[in-house]
């Protein structure tokens, strides 16, 4: 089991950046595919961004703005955010994933308001 604690939401304005960070413990890190995904109010927790044996994938909702990458060495994954748009707004998730087994971090708040 993986424990994973995310940081770094907080109140941006439109066309602001943002960096979520997600450090990870008790596994090996490298192995696990790491995700990011988000939940707005009212709606379904939706996928926005996953990392695996280098590659990246992302939704289309957020391509050419967010980009993930992740630090095998301080065992930490990273969604960085740019021209955030107030349908941004959501907390977002970390995930790690391998095999059957998935675990979840708590959630940081990101709202885009002006």
């Known amino acids: 089991q993986v424990q994973l604690v995310e940081s770094g939401g907080g109140l941006v304005q439109p066309g602001g950046s943002l960096r979520l960070s997600c450090a990870t413990s008790?596994?090996?890190?490298?192995?696990?595919?790491m995700g990011w995904y988000r939940q707005a109010p009212g709606k379904s927790r939706e996928l926005v961004a996953v990392t695996s044996g280098g590659s990246a994938n992302y939704a289309d909702s957020v391509k050419g703005r967010f980009t993930i990458s992740r630090d095998n060495a301080k065992n930490t994954v990273y969604l960085q955010v740019n021209s955030l748009k107030p349908e941004d707004t959501a907390v977002y998730y970390c995930n790690a994933q391998r095999g059957a087994r998935t675990s979840w971090g708590q959630g940081t708040q990101v709202t885009v308001s002006s």
């Open positions: 008790g596994s090996i890190f490298s192995l696990y595919t």
